[in-house]
């Protein structure tokens, strides 16, 4: 089961993220790091899979505007 959902992530983001916790469940955290911004972060491999964006703190900072973007909008 743990090579299947691996195997699972690699198939929809390919080799960046790093599986550094030890798999248990699909409802059990794992920790990960994300290879393009190098954050660490707990998260199931259900919610991983699930999810449309991937890394947590890469959609957070595309959603951050500075006060200069905001005016602009």
């Known amino acids: 089961m743990q090579n299947e959902i691996l195997k699972k992530l690699e198939n929809k983001y390919g080799d960046e993220f790093d599986i550094i916790g030890e798999y248990i469940s699909m409802n059990d955290k794992l920790t990960v790091r994300h290879k ?3 954050s660490v972060f707990d998260i199931t ?3 991983l899979l699930n999810s449309k964006v991937g890394c947590r703190n890469c959609i957070n900072n595309s959603m951050r505007t500075n006060h200069e973007d905001f005016v602009r909008r």
């Open 36 to 38: 393009i911004c190098n």
């Open 45 to 47: 491999p259900a919610s």
